[in-house]
């Protein structure tokens, strides 16, 4: 069997399960994770090899309806990778109307405008509901896009990950190892460092908090005796309200949140890590675009 090679571009509205479902398929935890919308800010590549084959998954930004800069350039982002792809998922889970959520039929118009590459439709957290239900959904956005694959997973229970694996390799191409056999994403150390940092931000504050947060890694640097990192992060709010809840009574909070994204990283880089963290205000950064660029959202 020869080599196949590809990129697999991962949409969806925010909070579908884009992801875990990467996760999944890698069995790395290369993206955050959370319960909350708007946890993947930038794109972000996960790559699965074996003996046939090598999919480069992009992650993408959740596709909404954008309220600040910040939202353009996810969505922006999340549509960029329609170029550069060779196959398209798109993700939808179960929602308590029979209606097809106004993101998805956005995203099903984006759709239209795509020739030439495969889309396949998957329904994940398909263990939420019975079969009849999700052959019902299924038919629904059939009867809206001719998709090239459907399919129903529960990618946190692992359920038909497998399969999907296999449809996704039957549409790659022949081609080359794009990456080392052991690389297993594009992001940096620097990178990844801030993501944990937010990851652990939006589990543990409450529901409005984490999304006007940002984190900035001013230092990061190995010791030259040791296998230790030493990480200065800055966390950006944009109201003193959030300050005040970020740091917690007597400073509580942001211990926790320190050492939370102190153990993730330590289990993802394989060290021992020094990790700083400080609160400061930066009203309305999610519409400066001196800041956003700053942040690393170009």
Excluded at 282 to 287: E, I, S, T, V
Aim: glycine letters at 4%; aromatic letters at 8%; hydrophobic letters at 35%.
């Amino acid at each position: 069997m020869a080599f196949k090679s590809g990129f697999v571009t991962v949409i969806g509205r925010p909070n579908v399960g884009k992801s875990t479902l990467i996760n999944a398929i890698t069995k790395e935890k290369i993206s955050i994770v959370t319960p909350k919308p708007q946890t993947t800010r930038k794109n972000v590549k996960a790559i699965y090899t074996d003996d046939v084959c090598q999919i480069i998954f992009l992650d993408t930004p959740g596709i909404h309806e954008p309220k600040t800069k910040l939202g353009e350039y996810m969505v922006n982002a999340a549509k960029s990778t329609f170029s550069e792809t060779d196959v398209i998922i798109f993700i939808i889970a179960p929602k308590k109307s029979d209606q097809i959520p106004p993101e998805d039929l956005h995203i099903l118009e984006l759709l239209t405008e795509i020739k030439d590459i495969p889309i396949i439709l998957i329904l994940n957290k398909c263990d939420t509901i019975d079969q009849n239900t999700a052959g019902d959904i299924l038919s629904h956005y059939s009867k809206k896009f001719e998709f090239n694959e459907m399919l129903a997973i529960s990618a946190q229970d692992r359920f038909n990950v497998d399969s999907l694996k296999h449809i996704i390799i039957n549409y790659l191409p022949e081609g080359p190892m794009y990456y080392d056999e052991d690389q297993i994403t594009d992001q940096t150390m620097r990178e990844m460092a801030e993501d944990i940092i937010r990851e652990k931000m939006l589990i543990l504050l409450s529901e409005e908090v984490p999304h006007g947060t940002a984190v900035e890694i001013e230092n990061f640097k190995q010791r030259p005796d040791k296998l230790l990192y030493d990480i200065d992060a800055v966390i950006y709010c944009d109201k003193e309200s959030h300050k005040g809840i970020i740091i917690g009574k007597g400073g509580a909070m942001l211990k926790k949140i320190g050492t939370e994204a102190r153990k993730s990283m330590e289990k993802s880089f394989d060290s021992k890590i020094n990790l700083k963290l400080w609160v400061k205000i930066k009203n309305d950064w999610r519409n400066d675009n001196k800041m956003l660029n700053k942040l690393g959202y170009k």
